[in-house]
T-cell receptor, first 118, second 111 residues
Framework: ETGVTQTPRHLVMGMTNKKSLKCEQH?????MYWYKQSAKKPLELMFV???????ENNSVPSRFSPECPNSSHLFLHLHTLQPEDSALYLC?????????????????FGPGTRLTVL | KNQVEQSPQSLIILEGKNCTLQ??????????LRWYKQDTGRGPVSLTI?????NTKSNGRYTATLDADTKQSSLHITASQLSDSASYIC??????????FGAGTRLTVKP
């Protein structure tokens, strides 16, 4: 176990549904991330949250809405998704967003949520 | 073109054999390079991390090499086991906090 948990592990939803993905990290980290992983493609960074700032990938559609109530929890709210949004959604955490001289800023990943949009 | 290119895209080997996976990158200014292993249905797990000054690093049967001049890295797996079947992802970080992921190599080890 990496210390990062995600629920649910699998989710099937219709295009009109509203659902949320949850991520929790038990590592005392200050930065959390959402990634989308589609088959045979590199991981795509969607959102980054830290105590200091929120960083977004401007190409992420507004039907994905992140929420970070504290440094240990991260949510991804989903509404009116499209079939092409079907993918594995990975959460990760690290000590900080930014590299420092004493921190290689390794990211620890959760097991992911396999999302299927019908 | 992706700034991190991995080859081959997929690979099938017999149990007990060795194999080498390649990663070429253009990410700059280079900070570090990691190799992750991702089992089916799981998140990626770090195998090795190398900085500019490191040429090789081992983790059990996994040995990673880095040539910062040619911007190439390889991951060598010795005496493969069935449990090595997974996707192997190369991730390169820059000092401006830009992190780029390769698409991965899907390795299948057959008995």
């Amino acid at each position: 176990e990496t210390g990062v948990t995600q629920t649910p592990r699998h989710l099937v939803m219709g295009m009109t549904n509203k659902k949320s993905l949850k991520c929790e990290q038990h590592l005392g980290h200050n930065a959390m991330y959402w990634y989308k992983q589609s088959a045979k493609k590199p991981l795509e960074l969607m959102f980054v949250y830290s105590l200091e700032e929120r960083v977004e990938n401007n190409s992420v559609p507004s039907r994905f809405s992140p929420e970070c109530p504290n440094s240990s929890h991260l949510f991804l709210h989903l509404h009116t998704l499209q079939p092409e949004d079907s993918a594995l959604y990975l959460c990760a955490s690290s000590q900080a967003i930014r590299l420092t001289s004493g921190n290689n800023n390794e990211q620890f990943f959760g097991p992911g949520t396999r999302l299927t949009v019908l | 073109k992706n700034q991190v290119e991995q080859s081959p895209q997929s690979l099938i080997i017999l149990e007990g054999k060795n194999c080498t996976l390649q990663c070429n990158y253009t990410v700059s200014p280079f900070s570090n390079l990691r190799w992750y292993k991702q089992d089916t249905g799981r998140g990626p797990v770090s195998l090795t991390i190398m900085t500019f000054s490191e040429n090789t690093k081992s983790n059990g049967r996994y040995t990673a090499t880095l040539d910062a001049d040619t911007k190439q890295s390889s991951l060598h797996i010795t005496a493969s086991q069935l449990s090595d079947s997974a996707s192997y992802i190369c991730v390169v970080s820059a000092w401006n906090n830009d992190m780029r992921f390769g698409a991965g190599t899907r390795l299948t080890v057959k008995p």
